[in-house]
């Protein structure tokens, strides 16, 4: 007998999308503002070495009703970022570029080692050293690169604040999710990446491309005013490595 065709298969689902800021949420913009309460002196190593304070720090990220919030970046083990010369870290490094924030890490040639550095992302008033708990923001952390001969780029997260977290479909992060039961959850590397695959250096700054959403993980945070994390390279990368964040991003975003 004649059979009927079979039912066409049915269309491919929208693929996720970047979750809209709510209300409750704080937008955070690394650019900031330019004034006095802007500076790059991580570590007591510079360029702004006549700065208030060993940190680096952003003016005006976000706002909450009337009140303006500043973000301190400091570290809590020894700072140890590239160097271009005796005592002075590289011209990027706690900079902002194209809205996403930099700090460097150096490498070792040491194939058995380790470099990390442990950094607190603290929120206070505007002009002040107050701090200030948001209710809901994000951090989007970018660019986890691996070297053909070995070295792996490493983020572990503190997860006491954290209540979500966004990765690409195809993360090529390992492992692919973050296990919130823990309290320092890692994810690495897994791919060789390039210079020209920095977000910072597109075009279009409000997009990602493909590959870069895949090296990426987006991390919402609730009720804190400060994040601990801890950025690391295995041995093998000996240029010198980056952190790259930002707030909110389109990780998910075809």
């Known amino acids: 007998p004649n059979l009927p065709p079979p039912p066409s298969p049915p269309p491919p689902s929208a693929p996720p999308c970047m979750e809209a800021i709510s209300e409750d949420e704080t937008s955070i913009d690394m650019t900031g503002e330019e004034d ?14 006549d700065a208030p304070s060993q940190t680096f720090r952003r003016s005006k990220v976000g706002k909450v009703g009337n009140v303006f919030i500043d973000l301190v970046v400091s570290n809590v083990t020894e700072f140890k970022p590239k160097l271009q010369a005796p005592g002075r870290v590289v011209d990027w490094s706690g900079s902002v570029v194209n ?5 460097s ?23 002040t050293d107050t701090p200030y708990t948001l209710t809901k923001f994000r951090f989007a952390f970018f660019d986890f690169d691996s070297l053909p001969g070995g070295g792996v780029d490493c983020l572990e997260l503190n997860t006491t ?23 320092n959850p ?20 409000g997009s990602l491309t493909d590959e870069q959403r ?22 093998g990368i000996t240029g010198g490595r980056s952190l790259i964040f930002k707030g909110a991003a389109p990780i998910l975003d075809a």
């Open 36 to 49: 006095a309460w802007a500076w790059s002196n991580l570590g007591g190593l510079g360029p702004d070495t």
């Open 99 to 103: 809205g996403y924030g930099q700090i």
């Open 105 to 127: 890490l150096d490498g070792t040639q040491d194939t058995s080692a380790t470099t990390h550095m442990d950094l607190k992302l603290s929120f206070v008033e505007h002009g």
């Open 161 to 183: 604040h954290i209540a979500s977290y966004s990765v690409h479909p195809q993360t090529e992060l390992n492992p692919p999710t973050l296990d919130l039961s823990q309290p």
């Open 186 to 205: 890692k994810v690495c590397a897994t791919a060789v990446g390039t210079g020209q695959d920095n977000p910072e250096k597109n075009e279009d700054t």
């Open 214 to 235: 895949k090296r990426a993980i987006e991390v919402t945070y609730s009720n804190t005013a400060e994040v601990l994390l801890t950025f690391s390279a295995t041995g």
